[in-house]
């Protein structure tokens, strides 16, 4: 566990510091600072808002996904505005004070953190003690306030920040309000996707499509297309592909432009490209499809 003293950063208290904190009579405070994983579902039917210990969406909860991992469940079925204050009281919970998070998200979950950050990212959030009420509101700590969260990094997986023309095409049941923002120009114009607060979002496109996904252009994982789970600028959707096929413009690696010159958004580097195309979108109740490659990199990246 990291240990602040006077601005200094150390793995446990030198000696020394221990012993020059007994001199000044407990004049000096040992703050303790915690990390934690954050984990933002998607389109769903069975998260339990508000709920961070519930896994469902993802799969076996005693799973490893991350150092200290939480579930920010909001209800997958409304629209991104009217459920975004989930995904704030989580980081409000979870990533403020000496406290800093590991951020994972799937499908909408995209739109949820980039709302959150583009839109909120910029305020004054009160620290809280990460100690979370039936509803995932944690109560002040200090007293103090802050800027934003802190924040590490943001794994997408399937990303659905630019929205899928399954939407487009009302492929998904039009009751839902979720689709309405699903859409790919109200996706793209929900909010700045440039506009991250400098937090690197890295991406993860599966593309292991079906025939029920021919409205998708080029590759895609079954819901979305690689223009959404890359990251790729404009205000709509096109056709990108692995660098095999001859007749689609190559989703990049990196933060490199596309093949064809559209850059991707800003702070948005694409991690993994599904070259085999073994990868979906779904988790299957077991952390599958692409997900399982972003749990794997919080596994070996998020301590």
Known sequence: MRIEWFGLSFLRPPRMLVL?????????SVVYATNYSLWINGRSSTAQPGNHA??????????????????VNWDGYNRVSDQNYRIRDALDCYCTGTNWCYVAAHSAGNLQIGYALSLYGGSARSVKNATPNASGVCGNSTGATQTGWNIKWVDVAAGAGGGSELSNAGSW???????????????????DHNQTRAKWFYMYAGA?????????????DEAVAYHSAGGVSGSSGAGYCNAADWFCNDLTLGTAANEGGIAKWSYHSVKFRDDSEAYNHYTNGNWGGVVSKVRADMVANAY
Not at 55 to 65: D, E, L, M, V
Not at 173 to 191: F, G
Not at 208 to 220: E, M, R
């Open 20 to 28: 020059a904190a007994l001199a000044l009579g407990g004049l000096v």
């Open 173 to 191: 049941a039009v009751s839902e309000p979720l689709v309405a923002d699903l859409k790919t120009t109200t996706a793209r114009a929900l909010y």
């Open 208 to 220: 292991k499509g079906t025939l029920y996904s021919a409205v998708l252009p080029g590759q895609d």
């Open 54 to 71: 519930d896994f469902t969406y993802w799969g076996p909860a005693s799973t490893a996904a991350g150092v200290n991992k939480k579930s």
